[in-house]
């Protein structure tokens, strides 16, 4: 099993910047590609930025593209999501994550490990 944990929201001006944290723990020595996804109120869960096991593959919506980037270190087990030029519309709850495999993907049903989710709020 693997747990996940997100941090980092929080309240942020529309123009700002946060930057997101996924922790990995647990049995984290095998291969997990890494998801971020986010869910407003009454909206669907969507798809934000997702990370391959290595790196250099990433992906992102036209919504985020830009101005998100994801990244990792796999020796802290961690997984990030700068987020810049934050717009109200980028509110939600955001969740973190891990699909077994090397290749991520913008599929929900792909992830095999949720974490609880950090609120980002972005006021106008």
């Known amino acids: 099993q693997v747990q996940v944990v997100e941090s980092g929201g929080g309240l942020v001006q529309a123009g700002g910047s946060l930057r997101l944290s996924c922790a990995a723990s647990?049995?984290?020595?095998?291969?997990?590609?890494v998801g971020w996804f986010r869910q407003a109120p009454r909206k669907e869960r969507e798809f934000v930025a997702s990370?391959?096991?290595?790196?250099?593959?990433?992906y992102y919506p036209d919504s985020v593209k830009g101005r998100f980037t994801i990244s990792r270190d796999n020796a802290k087990n961690t997984v990030y999501l700068q987020m810049n030029n934050l717009k109200p519309e980028d509110t939600g709850v955001y969740y973190c994550?891990?699909?077994?495999?090397?290749?991520?993907?913008?599929?929900?049903?792909?992830?095999?490990?949720w974490g609880q989710g950090t609120q980002v709020t972005v006021s106008s």
């Open positions: 994550a891990a699909a077994r495999g090397w290749e991520s993907s913008i599929h929900r049903s792909r992830y095999d490990y």
């Open positions: 647990g049995r984290t020595d095998g291969i997990y590609a």
């Open positions: 990370i391959s096991w290595s790196g250099p593959s990433t």
